[in-house]
């Protein structure tokens, strides 16, 4: 299974944009990028994904870049409510479920 | 609300006893999911099971038995835990064979004494 590396801790001033970095050197080419944050003690919560190209929806942007050995998750205004711990993490399928293999991420602080 | 139910969302159990969690999702997913959160630790993946089927189990210790009767219903049997298995225990649950999100439940969490 690839393996993702993303840096133990960030800060972000309030209505700045939060971009969060994401290494996954070793994902093959049809393994898709699955971004996920999970707010304290509560399930983790889907944000964004995608395999080649760049996404958008309503929460966040993600930017693949064209060997896909890495990737960046941006919050482009950044809320208090951001503020949690964000999951970089590279899907695998087992028989059609996914297979979601969380590490340490990173822990976001939103300052006022 | 995720559509992914949790009970109980609280439970205490001494080491000999046994109970059972349960996860019910309303989404008319076909895959679903155990996971453990320990305290400071990441999730940890435990159970998957694509239609019905167990399709993985990540070298869980046999005190927690899963069992799927249907796609809409996940239960985690639990029986002479040790106190290291307090946790916070995490259903989810998704489309087979879809490149859509996982929806989890808010958790059970677990205090075994």
């Known amino acids: 299974d690839a393996k993702t590396t993303q840096p133990p801790s960030m800060d972000c001033a309030e209505g700045r944009a939060a971009n969060l970095p994401c290494n996954h050197s070793?994902?093959?080419?049809?393994?898709?990028v699955y971004w996920y944050r999970q707010i304290h003690s509560q399930g983790p919560q889907y944000i964004i994904h995608g395999l080649k190209n760049n996404e958008t929806n309503e929460m966040a942007s993600l930017i693949i870049t064209e060997d896909r050995k890495s990737s960046t998750l941006i919050l482009p205004h950044a809320t208090l409510r951001d503020t949690a711990v964000y999951y970089c993490i590279v899907r695998v399928l087992i028989q059609g479920a996914q297979k979601l293999v969380f590490g340490q991420g990173t822990r976001l602080t939103i300052n006022p | 609300e995720t559509g992914v139910t949790q009970t109980p969302r609280h439970l205490v159990m001494g080491m000999t006893n046994k109970k059972s969690l349960k996860c019910e999702q309303h989404?008319?997913?076909?895959?679903m999911y155990w996971y453990k959160q320990s305290a400071k630790k990441p999730l940890e993946l435990m159970f998957v099971?694509?239609?019905?089927?167990?399709?993985e189990n990540n070298s869980v210790p046999s005190r927690f038995s899963p069992e799927c009767p249907n796609s809409s219903h996940l239960f985690l049997h639990l029986h002479t835990l040790q106190p290291e298995d307090s946790a916070l225990y995490l259903c989810?649950?998704?489309?087979?064979?879809?490149?859509?999100?996982?929806?989890f439940g808010e958790g059970s969490r677990l205090t075994v004494l």
């Open positions: 989810a649950s998704s489309f087979h064979r879809g490149a859509g999100e996982l929806f």
């Open positions: 070793t994902i093959s080419g049809n393994e898709y």
């Open positions: 989404l008319g997913h076909n895959a």
């Open positions: 099971y694509s239609l019905e089927e167990r399709v």
